[in-house]
């Protein structure tokens, strides 16, 4: 029998991308074995996985090297057929090639890699060559499926979705206004335009983490709209994909809840400040509008991931995106007797 140990060790964005060569494996492999190993603080968006046997997981902040070593010791004697490694890090790869598995798997730009069964080219993707991450992926396990990319899939729960009855029990849309890098964040006075001109017969949950949510509380009561709940940190990972997974409408940045809406195929609405689609982190949802500066810049894009602030002090990349542009996909989708304020 075969036995897979996929590798995901990045942010949580990238671990829900990552859950498409779960879909393929078992696809091609569904009596075969299939593992997880990502950092502490993701594990709970593979809680109860149905396609995963066991997850480990692996804490960086808490004696992250001696954790990393009784890992090692813990998969060598799991005797997997393969390990597929998609980090570029040489902690990820020492896993890999240390863990007795027939085939080791991963990408050229892993340190340890020439020591890999096989390696396959990372292509970054941009303009020119547009690829996106789940493609890139995929690439590691063609030889095992076929070249074609699966979607990400995430699986709340019964009791994920019964949590969240109480906020959904009329037609609503999800906002999750935050991100880690603030030139991936749209801006506060532009959402609170946005919710104003959200139909009062709909409701608006905001979605975030703990830290967040004095940022939904700000946007909250900068409004007009009657009626908002901000949920920011009263939501487990799973929890938040099973709100996002009924919404009219998911207005998100580019970040982990873009994600998490492409794994429950959920409408979703992605919002692009300095950063763009091709560089392969867009949604994957089959109801989906990106939105971005109508005006091309010179100065866009400013780096692969965000920054912490604009480079060029202005911000246009997210100031020159209007409303109208936010609203022109929902409008569309959008039943009549919920397209106006009452």
């Known amino acids: 029998m075969k036995k897979f140990l996929i590798i995901q060790t990045a942010f949580l964005g990238d671990v829900v991308l990552a859950t ?8 091609f492999y569904p009596s075969a074995s299939i593992d997880f190993m990502l950092r502490k603080g993701n594990e709970d968006l593979l809680e109860h996985h149905p396609k995963l046997t066991n997850v480990w997981v692996w804490n960086k902040k808490h004696k992250k090297y001696s954790n990393l070593l009784y890992l090692l010791k813990s998969i060598r004697k799991q005797h997997y057929t393969h390990v597929i490694n998609l980090q570029r890090f040489a902690a990820t790869g020492l896993i890999t090639v240390f863990s007795g598995a027939s085939e080791t798997i991963g990408f050229d730009k892993n340190p340890c890699s020439f020591l890999f069964n096989k390696k396959i080219k990372h292509q970054f993707s941009n303009l020119a060559h547009p690829i996106h991450e789940v493609e890139r992926n995929q690439q590691l396990i063609a030889h095992l499926t076929d070249t074609v990319a699966a979607k990400p899939a995430l699986f709340p729960s019964k009791d994920d979705f019964l949590s969240t009855d109480i906020f959904t029990t009329s037609p609503y849309i999800v906002i999750a206004p935050a991100s880690v890098w603030f030139t991936k964040r749209f801006p506060i006075p532009q959402w609170i335009e946005l919710l104003n001109a959200i139909p009062s017969s709909i409701k608006i949950l905001i979605i975030g983490a703990p830290n967040d949510f004095d940022l939904g509380e700000t946007i909250k009561k900068a409004t007009i ?14 929890s938040s994909v099973a709100i996002q997974k009924n919404a009219l409408m998911n207005f998100v940045n580019d970040s982990a809840p873009m994600h998490f809406a492409s794994a429950v195929n959920a409408p979703v609405t992605a919002i692009y400040c300095s ?4 560089f392969g982190f867009g949604p994957l949802s089959d109801m ?12 866009r894009p400013c780096g692969l991931h965000g920054r912490k602030a604009c480079p060029e002090g202005h911000f246009n ?22 397209n106006q304020n009452n």
Do not use: D
């Open 20 to 27: 498409a060569l779960i879909e393929k494996l078992y696809q």
């Open 225 to 238: 709209h009657p009626n908002i709940l901000n949920l920011c940190g009263k939501l487990s990972f799973l």
């Open 275 to 278: 950063t763009i689609p091709a």
């Open 288 to 299: 989906q509008f990106i939105v971005q500066s109508a005006v091309p810049l010179a100065c």
């Open 317 to 338: 990349c997210a100031k020159q995106i209007t409303t109208e542009q936010l609203l022109t996909g929902f409008r569309s989708i959008l039943p009549e007797s919920l």
